[in-house]
C-alpha cells in the first residue's frame, strides 16, 4: 500500500476552521460555503433510485457494499454523502478528513484499511481513531456500524488501493480552481495558507492517482443533481460543473 500513497505534504496550520465538526479538518472538509437551495423533486427522485441502485448492488467488502465520494477539496462531497446516507436510511459515514494528518494528508490508507474495512469486511462493526486539526494528534473515536451500504467521502476516497473494496465511485463535478475558491469563500482568508500548500498536496495526489475515470456516478458539486446515464458505467463525459444540467 505504501507504493499508492501520495507524499506531498501541504503547509497546514494548527487553526481550525470555524463552525468545523470536533476534530475535522480545516479547509478541505466541511460543508458548502452556503446552504443549498431545496431539491426540486427530480433531483429528490434521482437520489432515491440511486439509494435504491446502491443497496440492490452486490457486496464488496464482506456484506458491505463500499461506497467512495470523492472530488476536489471544496466540491462537495460532505454535503453530498449527508445527502445520500440519509436517502439509504441512516447509512454510516467515514470522512477521511478524520484519518489523514497535517503531516500525511494523503497517508491514510493503512489507517483505514486496518481500522474500518478489516472489520468490515470480517462483518464486525469498526470504529477509527479521529484526527483534531487543531491539537495536532489523534484525539477521540468514530464508530461506523456494519451496515448495508457504508459510504467513504474525501479526496482521494476512490484512489486506487481502495477502488478494489469499491461497490461504486461517485465522482463530484466541480474543477479544482472552482472547488478551490469556494473553500476559500467558506474558510476566510485565516486559511489561505493552508489552502495554498493544500492545493499542491491535491493536484499532485490526483496526477499520480485520478479517480474520476474510475467513476460510475457523477454528482453536479454545485446543484447536487446526478448526471444522467452516470449509472454503473466509467464515466467518459468531460469535467464540468455544469454537466447535469445539459
Known amino acids: 500500500m505504501a507504493s499508492s500513497e501520495t ?30 437551495a431545496p431539491e426540486p423533486p427530480t433531483a429528490s427522485g434521482a437520489l432515491a433510485a440511486l439509494a435504491a441502485e446502491l443497496r440492490a448492488l ?10 467512495a465520494v470523492d472530488g476536489h477539496a471544496g466540491s462537495g462531497k460532505t454535503t453530498f454523502a449527508a445527502r445520500l446516507a440519509a436517502a439509504l436510511g441512516g447509512a454510516p459515514v ?16 493503512g489507517r483505514l484499511r ?35 451500504v457504508v459510504l467513504v467521502e474525501g479526496v482521494g476516497a476512490g484512489r486506487r488501493a481502495v477502488r478494489p473494496e469499491l461497490a461504486r465511485l461517485v465522482w463530484m463535478e466541480l474543477d479544482a480552481a472552482a472547488a478551490r475558491r469556494r473553500g476559500e469563500q467558506r474558510d476566510g482568508p485565516g486559511l489561505a495558507e493552508f489552502w495554498a500548500g493544500w492545493a499542491l498536496a491535491e493536484s499532485a495526489h490526483f496526477a499520480a492517482d485520478p479517480s474520476r475515470p474510475h467513476a ?31
Open 114 to 148: 486496518g481500522q474500518v474495512l478489516e472489520p468490515l469486511a470480517a462483518g464486525r462493526d469498526a470504529e477509527y481513531e479521529v484526527y483534531d486539526w487543531t491539537l495536532r494528534r489523534f484525539a477521540g473515536t468514530a464508530s461506523v456500524p456494519l451496515a448495508p
Open 58 to 67: 452486490p457486496p464488496s467488502l464482506g456484506p458491505v457494499r463500499l461506497v
Open 94 to 109: 467515514v470522512h477521511l478528513d478524520d484519518l489523514a494528518t497535517h503531516a500525511e494528508p494523503f497517508g491514510w490508507t
Open 216 to 246: 460510475g456516478t457523477l454528482v453536479d458539486g454545485v446543484t447536487g443533481r446526478i448526471a444522467p446515464g452516470t449509472v454503473g458505467e466509467p464515466s467518459t463525459m468531460p469535467l464540468t460543473c455544469d454537466v447535469a444540467r445539459k
Open 7 to 36: 507524499s506531498a505534504a501541504p503547509v497546514m496550520g494548527p487553526v481550525a476552521r470555524p463552525g468545523a465538526r470536533p476534530g475535522a479538518r480545516p479547509g478541505p472538509g466541511g460543508p458548502a460555503a452556503s446552504p443549498a
